[in-house]
């Protein structure tokens, strides 16, 4: 396929246009024009991106990218190595943040709740992305949060009192530890994101609301990669996911 076709299949898949976002979404290097290798990953790293080109990937899909708001716009030092690798090779870079976060589907939001046996009840949030629902078997913050573990392959921070039931989940992927409050407000016996802020220590001691970071790159590994997978079914292109591990 074309490139342009795929750019244009995935703003209407995504409805890129809804979102106000921190970044550009869509491409943001633009490469060779035919499509027949994507390569997907969390962030568009030096490494993800090397792995990505050995392969052949014709373009590369992230939910992290580059030309975010407020940062220098001089494309030097890491930015300047990282584009002009893609550059190089002709490869696009397509990145797609705040509209796979929300995605009904394919979104982090979604995939992470299915993952981790949550039941969508509501949305609520900045333009909708963190979600509410409730635990298919309730249990206690303990047995959750090792639960969360065995999930995401990684051990979460948990503030709050581990013999507690849980069975009413906020949560939202990635840095959304600013949900929180609203999440409480919510009725939610616990809260799940990627990380923590100082505060939020304070607020689950106080408000009896569990807090449970499990990083911010094992919560949103899931979208993009289902993205990646739905689109190689969708035309028939060939695709992988290209994991490159991060505690955060």
Known sequence: MLLNELRDYNVSLLQTGMFKDYCPNGVQVEGRAEVRRIATGVTASQQVLDAAIAWGADAVLVHHG??????????????????????????????????????????????????????????????????????????????????????????????????????KVAWCSGGAQGYFEAAITQGADAFVTGEISEQNFHLANESGVAFIAAGHHATERHGIRALGEHLAAHFGLEHRFFDQDNPV
């Open 66 to 167: 580059y030309f975010w708001r407020g940062e220098d716009a001089a494309i030097t030092g890491i930015k300047k190595r990282r584009i002009a690798e893609l550059l190089r090779h002709d490869v696009s870079l397509l990145t797609y943040h705040l509209p796979l976060d929300a995605h009904p589907e394919l979104g982090n939001n979604a995939r992470l709740g299915k993952l981790l046996g949550l039941i969508e009840q509501g949305r609520f949030g900045e333009q909708n992305i963190a979600c509410i629902g409730e635990l298919e078997h309730p249990q206690t913050l303990a047995q959750f949060a090792a639960w969360i573990g065995g999930r995401l392959q990684r051990v979460p921070q948990t503030i709050g009192d581990n013999a507690k039931n849980i069975r």
